[in-house]
């Protein structure tokens, strides 16, 4: 079993950045993939990015690469999403979420979510 809490969003103006960081707990929650989905009111849940440990193991959705930054800390056993350049299209609900190796991109791969944290980009 793992355990995720999500923080950090917010409200922010178009350009403006937020780092979102989601807390793990369990036993063995370093050993997951992690990643970070988003919802946005009337759409389905859209993956963002997600990370095992390696570059190699690292995606992103397109319209944030270059944008967006995800990264892991095994001492705290934390994912945090670094989003710069944010747009009002960046408007969503966004979810940590985990599995077991090996990496996917599809939401419905994943058996651990986090309530989720709102992130609003105003313009």
């Known amino acids: 079993q793992v355990q995720l809490v999500e923080s950090g969003g917010g409200l922010v103006q178009v350009g403006g950045s937020l780092r979102l960081s989601c807390a793990a707990s369990?036993?063995?929650?370093?050993?997951?993939?992690m990643g970070w989905f988003r919802q946005a009111p009337g759409k389905e849940r859209e993956f963002v990015a997600v990370?095992?440990?390696?570059?190699?193991?690292?995606k992103y959705e397109d319209s944030v690469k270059g944008r967006f930054t995800i990264s892991r800390d095994n001492a705290k056993n934390t994912v945090d999403l670094q989003m710069t350049s944010l747009k009002p299209e960046d408007t969503a609900v966004y979810y940590c979420?985990?599995?077991?190796?090996?990496?996917?991109?599809?939401?419905?791969?994943?058996?651990?979510w986090g309530q989720g944290t709102q992130v609003t980009v105003s313009s």
């Open positions: 979420a985990a599995k077991v190796p090996p990496v996917a991109t599809m939401s419905n791969e994943y058996a651990y």
């Open positions: 369990g036993r063995t929650a370093s050993s997951y993939v």
């Open positions: 990370k095992l440990w390696s570059i190699r193991d690292t």
